[in-house]
């Protein structure tokens, strides 16, 4: 008995023109890297191969126990079984390549680490220090409002803030807790305390802080025996 081809019902209308390019390039609408284009068509062309075996087989075994179709009924069934291959190529098609340019997409970038919340020392002691943690002034508490005129002063401060910027960022929830005890409690007597940088200024009032007095040592005296 002669084998004839059995219509395929699809809704796709039937294509024209050929399956696959015949070489490695892929059309699309918007311009594709070479290496990705030439690989999707790789992946393309096996797994078109296979879908066309599957339905030359299927198709096949079908019809093998048909009757002989008609001239005219056997070319519309040619034309049917025609239009429903070129459909599941289609498909085949756009999947293999969206797998195709979905594995060759560019990881996303690893997000940058958070800077300070604060841009500078200046910031840091108006907006934070002086509003937050707010001492009663003293003749054992001194401030002075022109802190940046006091050397000391800053480097106690920048200190503080920048221990501050880095628990403010802590993972383990006890950043702000260690800072505290380690560097606030133990900084501050010594930045506010009556012998402290601000120990001749008032909280109206800045006094210029005088250098301690030293001595030039004697010529030669690091370089004699």
């Known amino acids: 008995m002669t084998a004839t081809a059995t ?3 699809t809704g796709d209308p039937v294509p024209t023109g050929d399956l696959v390019p015949a070489d490695d390039s892929v059309p699309t609408g918007d311009p594709v890297p070479a290496a990705v284009a030439a690989a999707a068509a790789r992946v393309l062309r096996k797994q078109l191969d296979a ?5 030359l087989t299927a198709a096949m075994a ?3 126990d048909q009757p002989p179709l008609p001239a005219e009924a056997a070319a519309d069934a040619d034309a049917t079984w025609a239009g429903a291959l070129r459909s599941a190529v289609r498909r085949a098609v756009g999947a293999a390549l969206a797998d195709s340019l979905a594995a060759a997409a ?5 997000p940058e680490p958070a800077g300070p919340l604060c841009p500078d020392l200046t910031t840091w002691v108006e907006h934070i220090y002086v509003t937050t943690f707010i001492r ?3 003749q054992t508490q001194r ?9 000391e002063a800053i480097v106690r401060l920048q200190a503080l803030w920048q221990t501050w910027e880095a628990a403010r960022l802590a993972t383990d929830g006890a950043g702000l807790a260690d800072w505290l ?3 606030l409690d133990p900084i501050n007597p010594g930045l506010l305390g009556p012998d402290g940088p601000f120990a001749s200024c008032t909280a109206d009032r800045h006094s210029e802080p005088a250098p301690l007095p030293v001595t030039a040592p004697p ?3 690091w370089t004699r025996d």
């Open 106 to 110: 560019p990881a996303e970038p690893a």
């Open 143 to 151: 401030w002075c409002p022109s802190w940046w005129a006091h050397a």
């Open 181 to 183: 005890r380690s560097y």
């Open 136 to 138: 009663r002034l003293s």
């Open 7 to 9: 219509p395929v019902p």
């Open 219 to 221: 010529a030669g005296y």
């Open 62 to 64: 079908a019809g093998a």
């Open 51 to 55: 879908e066309a075996r599957t339905a």
